[in-house]
């Protein structure tokens, strides 16, 4: 699955699971692993003098969770779906939605090799 940073997910496991559609923040391990915006909720001990909370205490953090947990979220069909790669026209990749076939932007700049005569 190709989830990119700033795309929107649905959580499908664990406690955080439901039908709200939620930001993707970080990818890690080369998209093995997530970090999606107030999902795995953790809080985080913190001494003082910490950038983030100077005087100390608890910090409310966000652990990053499997991408096989998510699924892409397809903004024009309002639905989750799965994501597929193709080439437009002009030999540029991009990622599409499997349900809808709406494109969800391009991956790769048009190269001549794979455009259509
Ligand atoms: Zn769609």
Redo the contacts with the bound molecule.
């Keep these: 699955m190709k989830i990119q940073r700033n795309d929107s997910v649905l959580v499908t496991v664990g406690d955080d699971k439901g039908p709200t559609p939620r930001r993707v923040t970080q990818v890690l391990d080369g998209g093995q692993r997530l970090i999606v915006e107030g999902v795995n909720l953790v809080y985080k001990h913190v001494r003082r003098g910490h950038p983030k909370s100077p005087q100390g205490g608890r910090l409310r953090m966000e652990m990053p969770i499997q991408s096989s947990n998510v699924v892409y979220y397809?903004?024009?069909?309002q639905?989750g779906?799965r994501i597929g790669v193709r080439y437009t026209e002009d030999g540029a990749k991009e990622r599409f939605?499997?349900?809808?076939?709406?494109s969800v932007g391009r991956v790769s700049p048009p190269r001549k090799a794979y455009a259509e005569k």
């Design positions: 397809c903004e024009s069909c639905k779906s939605c499997k349900r809808c076939g709406t």
